[in-house]
């Protein structure tokens, strides 16, 4: 049974940063593209961050780029997203994701996700 369990969230001032966790269990990292969502009420899911062992490739949307860094240990079955240089707008509950054999490039369709974690929630204050 796959399960994804966040942690890491919480409240920070804007400029600040946050390392969200996410605890893997039940699949490899090998046949699966793992990475974060986030949603604020009232809108759509949207795919943060995501990264392929098997595509050798990594994700990010062009609001994150330069401030949010995937990385995953192994070991541990663990995906971490690094968050610096937060912004009020960041605010938002993050959700980790799993989806098999997935292109990356469509990976930001919360449709085609088959995993979710219950989630975890950011609040950047201004």
């Known amino acids: 049974e796959v399960q994804l369990v966040e942690s890491g969230g919480g409240l920070v001032q804007a400029g600040g940063s946050l390392r969200l966790s996410c605890a893997a269990s039940?699949?490899?990292?090998?046949?699966?593209?793992v990475g974060w969502f986030r949603q604020v009420p009232g809108k759509e899911r949207e795919g943060v961050s995501c990264f392929s062992p098997r595509q050798g490739k990594t994700y990010y949307a062009d609001s994150v780029k330069g401030r949010f860094t995937i990385s995953s240990d192994s070991a541990k079955n663990t995906v971490y997203l690094q968050m610096n240089g937060l912004k009020p707008e960041d605010t938002a509950v993050y959700y980790c994701t799993a989806v098999r054999n997935l292109l990356i490039s469509l990976w930001s369709y919360p449709n085609a996700i088959d995993y979710w974690g219950k989630g975890t929630l950011v609040t950047v204050s201004s």
């Open positions: 039940g699949f490899s990292f090998d046949e699966y593209v």
